[in-house]
T-cell receptor, first 114, second 113 residues
């Protein structure tokens, strides 16, 4: 099956700093990438959708200036959590898809803001 | 707004027993997915159900879809401890690929020895 690589798997950062999470599709071109957030013992909530070369579309309630998404190429999308605070601590998961196959999830990133 | 509900939220069952997890959704959907998630891990795809009456089986898990009732079920047969995980259903409304998914609340399954 298709492989999606997400890095880092875990990151701890200080409050007020920024963190970048990368999501790469390794063997297909991902025209669309989705970013989800999952708090402990909860379901996945879609944060934003990005299409290569276009601005991301954010879900209601997600701050676009705080969660910067870049999808500059067909194999790479990044999520930058700016000025992170403890309440941003969560599990972030990307999902990549193309026009032919089903979309695939990355391994997830556990962000802890201290 | 599409809503997806699962029940039960938590299920404790003994090895060897059978049980069913239910997934109800509020509006017409083209595809329904079932995923498994182990603690601290991402999602593992189990099934994709594309049409009314679809039934898929893999090992001790069987999923079905009734689009008229807007209901999918995940049936567990003769549970084993290795099936302990959280199971999510997810629904999308687009006919194309790479579309948005709305996830259910999840069912945490604990299989006891």
């Amino acid at each position: 099956g298709a492989v999606v690589s997400q890095h880092p798997s875990r990151v701890i950062c200080k409050s007020g700093t920024s963190v970048k999470i990368e999501c790469r599709s390794l063997d297909f071109q991902a025209t669309t990438m989705f970013w989800y957030r999952q708090f402990p013992k909860q379901s996945l909530m879609l944060m934003a959708t990005s299409n290569e070369g276009s601005k991301a579309t954010y879900e209601q309630g997600v701050e676009k200036d705080k969660f910067l998404i870049n999808h500059a190429s067909l194999t790479l999308s990044t999520l930058t959590v700016t000025s992170a605070h403890p309440e941003d601590s969560s599990f972030y998961i990307c999902r990549c898809g193309d026009r032919v196959t089903e979309a695939f999830f990355g391994q997830g990133t556990r962000l802890t803001v201290v | 707004e599409l809503k997806v509900e699962q029940n039960p939220l938590f299920l404790s069952m003994q090895e060897g027993k059978n049980y069913t997890i239910y997934c109800n959704y509020s509006t017409t959907s083209d595809r329904l997915y079932w995923y498994r998630q182990d603690p601290g891990k991402s999602l593992e795809s189990l099934f994709v159900l594309l049409s009314n009456g679809a039934v898929k089986q893999e090992g001790r898990l069987m999923a079905s879809l009734d689009t008229k009732a807007r209901l999918s079920t995940l049936h567990i047969t003769a549970a084993v401890h290795d099936l302990s995980a959280t199971y999510f259903c997810a629904v999308d409304r687009n006919t194309g690929t790479a579309s948005k998914l709305t996830f259910g609340t999840g069912t945490r399954l604990q299989v006891t020895l």
